[in-house]
């Protein structure tokens, strides 16, 4: 159980740092956010991976999985730098 969560841990943080990289623009994000973020990723990642047909079961770290998480993570990252700074602001 431990293990399945540091190896989570690494793989999220690994696939937020891919997708920072790989997004132009400036990030200020902490540690914890990049690793918010590739968690995230990597359940958006497996839910377009479930859309599409790729069911892996297992549970093990694939490269296919990471690539997923990173796909993922850019995904949400677009979306962030997009729409979330007017999310927390609301309309006045």
Same mark, same amino acid.
């Given at each position: 159980?431990?293990?399945?969560?540091?190896?989570?841990? #690494?793989?999220?943080?690994?696939?937020?740092?891919?997708?920072?990289?790989?997004?132009?623009?400036?990030?200020?994000?902490?540690?914890?956010q990049t690793i918010?973020?590739?968690?995230?990723?990597?359940?958006?990642?497996?839910?377009?991976?479930?859309?599409?047909?790729?069911?892996?079961?297992? !549970?093990?770290? %694939?490269?296919?999985?990471? #690539? !997923?998480?990173? #796909?993922?993570?850019?995904?949400?990252? #677009?979306?962030?730098?997009?729409?979330?700074?007017?999310? !927390? %602001?609301?309309?006045?």
């Open positions: 159980m431990i293990g399945s969560l540091i190896g989570f841990v #690494i793989v999220a943080f690994v696939a937020g740092v891919l997708a920072r990289a790989l997004v132009p623009g400036k990030d200020t994000m902490s540690w914890g918010l973020l590739g968690g995230v990723g990597s359940f958006v990642g497996g839910f377009l991976g479930r859309i599409l047909g790729r069911d892996s079961s297992d !549970g093990a770290v %694939q490269t296919a999985g990471l #690539i !997923g998480s990173v #796909i993922g993570a850019v995904i949400v990252l #677009i979306l962030y730098k997009k729409y979330g700074k007017s999310i !927390g %602001q609301g309309k006045r």
